[in-house]
């Protein structure tokens, strides 16, 4: 690993350079088209007033964003908090050079930081080489969990039972 790589948590000025590898990530993963997220999306989810996830980045001497590592904590109801890796990407011109455990090393730390008692991720199973990266870390790939999801659309023509609704529905507070 080269020493002039610096591992850091991530700041709100790096989203642009976050925002591009997670396209590089998509184009890897075969779907470019797929990534809606955008600037303003990550700036109030990361950085606003309500933060849902957080991240690492490996940075090079030209303080350039060469990997990434993005989490947020989420909960068992088996096992309590856990933490989620959403996405840990090198760029391909830094693969192969300890980077990606170096980032997932820092998850795993924060993972017993905040306490929790569980790391999970998903991997494509056509990703070969990450499947592989994950094992020789000594983690289990799970293959009886099928993965469920509802898109923007599904989710807005959703018919949602009205209690669900009014359940939903935030509290107004007075003063």
Do not use: C
Not at 96 to 108: C, I, S, Y
Not at 128 to 135: G, W
């Amino acid at each position: 690993m080269e020493n002039n790589i610096v591992l850091r948590r991530g700041a709100e000025t790096d989203l642009p350079q976050v925002l591009a590898l997670i396209q590089e990530l998509a184009e890897y993963e075969r779907a470019p088209d797929a990534v809606t997220n955008t600037l303003a999306a990550m700036q109030r989810d990361g950085f606003g007033p309500s933060p849902i996830f957080s991240f690492f980045v490996l940075e090079n001497h030209a303080s350039e964003i060469i990997g990434l590592a993005l989490f947020y904590t989420a909960y068992s109801t088996w096992k309590g908090r856990m933490l989620y890796l959403e996405d840990l990407v090198v760029t391909e011109a830094a693969r192969r050079g300890g980077f990606g455990r170096l980032l997932f090393d820092a998850v795993v730390a924060e993972a017993r930081a905040t306490g929790a008692v569980r790391m999970k991720w998903q991997v494509l199973d056509w990703n070969e080489p990450a499947i592989a990266f994950y094992k020789k870390l000594g983690a289990n790939i799970e293959d009886e969990w099928l993965n469920g999801n509802l898109d923007e659309a599904q989710l807005a023509s959703y018919r949602i039972a009205p209690a669900a609704a009014v359940a939903a529905t935030p509290a107004v507070r007075s003063l």
